[in-house]
């Protein structure tokens, strides 16, 4: 018989009233974590809320929460309600001026400088005033509307722009490459220019940066007023200066950094570029006339400019499109400008400066200087591959300069390239009889002195008919032989040997300007 005790549990009873404590346990653990969700997150966000309101105002921006006691201006719109301080638009400071973005650049772009100077030309030509003005200030998109004025005032005033192939690379001056847009004036067939000095621009390629009107066309950039300065907002400095109030619209802005930079000028004198550039040319166009009155005789020559002409003449030469003519020294009253030449019959690139100076600033430039040692050595060494040589310009024995023209072995006859020389020669003296010359024949060594002598009249009296059949009067020209009295090489060598190069030096005539 078994006997069960009444003291011990059933079993199912037991495991029920051990799963109550751990119930307990999670009801508790739940209600925790809603307590901290609800309470304690709520509280930490309010403080992060409040540190970044803090920094704001430590940065000079006003806390999100102040701006809800801040009257809001007409327009504005109101922050929504419970906007934390980071998400609500920032206020502007009354110590920070505001800043207008800044325009978005041109669309212009130019991989060579003397394309944008015939792009000027063709929406001149086409009265794209808008384009034409763009174009003008691509450095300062801003001042847009003033050069779309300047461009269609000068269209008013009846100047008509020429071909884009008559636009002109000038030259470089001051880092800045300058282009010329010839302009005609009305019942004149000598052109005027608008200079567009170019620099270059790494995101848009070529752009003008200066624009200088003729003088002749001053009115039409007078009557355009300049641009307006940026206005400075109203309030209080950084630094603790009294309140700065805006400027009324419309009134122009004393403070120099407010200025806008002024991308127009008037041409009222010419600048050391524009005014080489015209000498070089009249040399190119062997207009010796006009070359000479941009030049100071007392201090060059009148050979000089003679001899340069015809080398020019003879040679072929042209200036280099790329970089013609370069100013390596630019002062108020003194400038050095290099011409960069090139012959293609030749096959050679050579170059010869300029000294220009002028006694003030509002005076004319003059040159008063022109070297060229480079130019009639690269000539000089191109004609001796052809059997003589080809110095136009040599320093006489007795001092001073003086046009060389050399002849053949035992000959009076001129050569082709004598011939050439005497033309220039021929215009100088027919545009003005009063003006005398002398030519001096000379030979070499060889032979006796009566020969000699004999020899060097006849080449003199070769030049003299050669001038007379040109039309210059006969009076005019003056001849001697001194044979070879007065070499201007060797006739040997220092050990007592022939120096044919020496003595093809000496067969010469020499033609002395009496101006």
Known sequence: MRLSSPHRPHGRHVAGNSLVPILIIVAALGISAAIFFLFTKKKMEAGKAAEMAEASAKAGEEP???AAATPAKAGDKPAAAGATASTAPAMPSATTPTTAPAPAPASFGFARPLDLGKQMARSLAAGDFATAGKLAAAADPAQAAMATQLMQKLAEMGLKPGTENQVELL??????????VPLTKPGSSEPIRLLLDIERDERMGWKVSKVTVPKEASAALATIPPPAAPAMAAGTPKDGAPPVPAPPTGSPSTAPAMVAKALFAVEETQDALSFASDFVRLLLEHDFASARKYVDEKKVPVERLVGLCIVFEEGQYRLKPSKPLIVTVANPEVSWVIAQV????????????????????????KVGGVNLSQILGSFAQSANKLGIPYTPIVQNPKGGESLALYFEYDQAQLHPRAQKQLEVVAGMLKADPAKKLRITGHTDARGDDTYNVRLSQSRAESVKQQLVALGVPADQ?????????????????????????????????EIFLDF
């Open 171 to 180: 030259g470089l001056v001051e880092n800045r490459t300058r282009i010329a």
């Open 64 to 66: 999100a929460k102040d």
């Open 477 to 509: 020209v003056e001849t001697t032989g001194l044979g070879k009295a007065q070499p201007l090489g060797p006739n040997q060598k220092a050990d007592g040997s022939d120096d044919p190069a020496g003595r093809s030096r000496n067969r010469r005539a």
């Open 342 to 365: 090139e012959s293609e019959s030749l096959q050679q690139s050579t170059e010869f400066g300029l000294e220009l100076k002028r006694e003030s600033v509002s005076s004319p430039w």
